[in-house]
């Protein structure tokens, strides 16, 4: 009689913990961890006010150092990151950040959304360089081409303009903050923008776009091009090209939007792959003088390898 009862208290117990158990590992494998990955001038504190609202919705975020250096090198980078991650991943990118991501989401089947804040978004065969000189934006005006060497190898680093800055890339921010990032940029080589996708995540994983329409570093209607050929979930919102900086909220509530989807599903491509990619290509051969989009702009073709003097 008592070893029943104590077969029966025993199962009793058990019925609660083992309730508590599933329910702690189904969160664990369903809220996927957040990566955010920063643009070309920028560093990943640009994400800090995005971080703090997701990880008071209880996320787990990572903003990792892109390294600036190029589409192949960048995305094999970022990707690694990916690999050390357990669980699900919503994979943003801001700017240049957004070709970064496009290929180093390929090959992973972890990673469950996409999402592109005021972003590049390259096919197969596109580079920053061609979409910039298909949709041309007022970056043009202010970049600088600084050479550089680095291990043996030498460059050619992009930089903006410090008093360009506030007007172009942050116009709603204070103009005190544009001049700490002037300051504290980081540089984009040049081959960020002119190597060419080798693959296109977003044609398998679901995306979002954020569109900023007062967009002068990259143009609003490039991202609305960009999101409508993914069958990106878009929204647009009044802001410069650092959405992430001057409206944190709106940010946020798209990457929870991508974090919480159910079972999203793929995307519906917009009939415009290869022939695009020809038009682009035909347009850039057209123009004597095109225009580099440097992940969060465009530099005039003519400067962009400019090699160290003697």
């Known amino acids: 009689m008592a070893a029943g009862c104590a077969v029966a208290l025993s199962t009793v117990l058990a019925v609660p913990v083992a309730a508590d158990a599933g329910k702690t590992t189904t969160t664990a494998t369903t809220k996927p961890t957040i990566v955010l990955v920063h643009g070309a001038f920028a560093d990943a504190s640009s994400w800090n006010g995005v971080v ?5 919705r209880g996320y787990t975020v990572i903003a990792p150092a892109n390294p600036l250096r190029g589409l192949y090198t960048d995305s094999t980078y970022i990707a690694s990151v990916l690999d050390s991650i357990k669980g699900p991943i919503v994979l943003a990118g801001h700017s240049y950040g957004g070709a970064v991501i496009s290929t180093a989401a390929a090959a992973n089947p972890r990673v469950k959304s996409l999402v592109y804040v005021s972003a590049l978004m390259p096919d197969v065969g596109e580079s920053g360089m061609s979409l910039g000189a298909k949709y041309p934006s007022e970056l043009g005006t202010a970049t600088k081409s600084v050479p550089y060497r680095a291990g043996g190898v030498s460059g050619t680093d992009l930089y903006l303009k410090p008093d360009r800055i506030h007007a172009v890339f942050a116009a ?10 002037a300051v504290t940029q ?20 679901p995306s979002w776009f954020l569109v900023a329409k007062q967009d002068k570093t990259i143009n609003p209607d490039l991202e609305r091009f960009e999101a409508k050929r993914a069958g990106s979930h878009t929204v647009e919102i009044n802001s410069s090209h650092v959405a992430m900086i001057s409206h944190p909220d709106a940010v946020t509530a798209l990457l929870l939007q991508a974090a919480t989807a159910a079972d999203p599903a793929r995307p519906a491509l917009a009939a415009t792959g290869t022939t695009h990619d020809a038009r682009a290509e035909t347009a850039l051969t057209g123009i004597a003088a095109g225009t580099l989009l440097a992940g969060t702009g465009a530099i005039l073709l003519g400067r962009r390898l400019r090699r160290s003097r003697p």
Do not use: G, Q, Y
């Open 186 to 205: 980081r540089p984009a080589a040049t081959t960020a923008f002119s190597e060419t996708a080798k693959v296109a995540a977003w044609k398998h994983i």
């Open 172 to 181: 709603d921010l204070p103009v005190n903050t544009a001049r700490v990032m």
């Open 52 to 56: 703090e609202r997701l990880e008071r």
